[in-house]
């Protein structure tokens, strides 16, 4: 599996969205384009970590963060999640193949059938994982799970990065 380091460039990401296609390239935050991928529609866990996302995305935005959510979904399973979970005011990706999730150090995991929400899971999809990546295309912090528990509070997120911004923090971790 390839490993992500901080203070280097990432790969390249162009995806799909419900309104548009997206590209990481494309994207000039003012502090950090923040990429959270999402297990997909059949994960409650993922429904209130998006929730939580949704309601403090003017917050971000006020940061200085770019917001892109992405699963392997379908589209007609993001378009499901978006307008189920209440989250139109997020910017959601669709589609996110085996290669890119490779490519961002992200793990896979096989489907089981029907979850407890009595949603099917897909054949294949992708585990959690959240991304601060700099202006310049450089990955500022990364968080990678194979589970979809315990994933980062987007409040501490928000407060960590008014804490780099302020103070010029730099990105740790480079040294794997």
Known sequence: MFVLKPRTATPNLTINTLKESWSLAQQAPENFTMVVVYRGLHCSICKNYLKELSRLADDFIAKGVNILVLSSDTEERAAQA????????????????????????????????????????????????????????????SNISTMPFARPHFKEVLGAIEFAVSKDYPARGELI
């Open 82 to 141: 978006s307008t189920e979970w209440e989250i139109e005011n997020l910017t959601m990706g669709y589609g996110l193949t085996v290669e890119q999730s490779q490519a961002w150090g992200l793990h896979r995991s096989a489907g089981r059938g029907v979850t407890s929400i009595g949603i099917e899971e897909p054949a294949e999809f992708t585990e959690p994982g959240l991304f601060l990546v700099r202006p310049d295309g450089t990955l500022y912090w």
